[in-house]
T-cell receptor
Framework: GAVVSQHPSWVICKSGTSVKIECRSL??????MFWYRQFPKQSLMLMAT?????????EQGVEKDKFLINHASLTLSTLTVTSAHPEDSSFYIC??????????????FGAGTRLSVL | LAKTTQPISMDSYEGQEVNITCSHN???????ITWYQQFPSQGPRFIIQ???TKVTNEVASLFIPADRKSSTLSLPRVSLSDTAVYYC????????????FGTGTRLLVSP
């Protein structure tokens, strides 16, 4: 159980275009979803925390107007990279947490999306 | 959020037992200790979690001393497929607490 699906797994886009990444919890309801970014050979960096039905909470230094997050249902959160530029090229990973795992803070991760901006 | 410290890298051979120790001196009373595994170009995968003493599952064991200021992930008889980055995280129930990933330990298993 606790499967998180992330789509697409890989995307190439031109500079200035927008890209949407979907994160779905397949077999559970995710009260909270998280979005991370990971550069090569580095650790995961939390970008934002997304709670169903409310605005996302962004980490310091993350532009909320550039990285739009929508958590419209208990099984879906989306991250839209607006007006992407080459420096936005990275590996984006989502995770989800159930209310039942809140006490132990276990998160289940998607497979990640590799974004390449030309 | 408690900060964690773990070795940057470790090397091992197939069939050996690997122990990765994580230091978390500022762990809080309600914090759990969780380990994740990450393969290249994949999202992290939950391995094991514990609060105190010893926890064992089909994949690994987690040893936590009484003072809980450190923990050791033990991987029995590693194989080449265990080559990955292993992250130790500390956190607990404080509402919507986020996970903060440290540098992790890059384990390389050789034939």
């Amino acid at each position: 159980g606790a499967v998180v699906s992330q789509h697409p797994s890989w995307v190439i886009c031109k500079s200035g275009t927008s890209v949407k990444i979907e994160c779905r919890s397949l077999d559970f309801q995710a009260t909270t979803m998280f979005w991370y970014r990971q550069f090569p050979k580095q650790s995961l960096m939390l970008m934002a925390t997304s709670n169903e039905g409310s605005k996302a909470t962004y980490e310091q230094g993350v532009e909320k107007d550039k990285f739009l997050i929508n958590h419209a249902s208990l099984t879906l959160s989306t991250l839209t990279v607006t007006s992407a530029h080459p420096e936005d090229s990275s590996f984006y990973i989502c995770s989800a947490r159930t209310s039942g795992d809140l006490a132990k803070n276990i998160q289940y991760f998607g497979a990640g999306t590799r974004l390449s901006v030309l | 959020l408690a900060k964690t410290t773990q070795p940057i890298s470790m090397d091992s051979y197939e069939g050996q037992e690997v122990n990765i120790t994580c230091s978390h001196n500022n762990i809080a009373t309600n914090d759990y200790i969780t380990w994740y595994q990450q393969f290249p170009s994949q999202g992290p995968r939950f391995i094991i979690q514990g609060y105190k003493t010893k926890v064992t599952n089909e994949v690994a064991s987690l040893f936590i001393p009484a003072d809980r200021k450190s923990s050791t992930l033990s991987l029995p008889r590693v194989s080449l497929s265990d080559t990955a980055v292993y992250y130790c995280l500390v956190g607990g129930h404080t509402g919507f607490q986020k996970l903060v990933f440290g540098t992790g330990t890059r384990l390389l298993v050789s034939p």
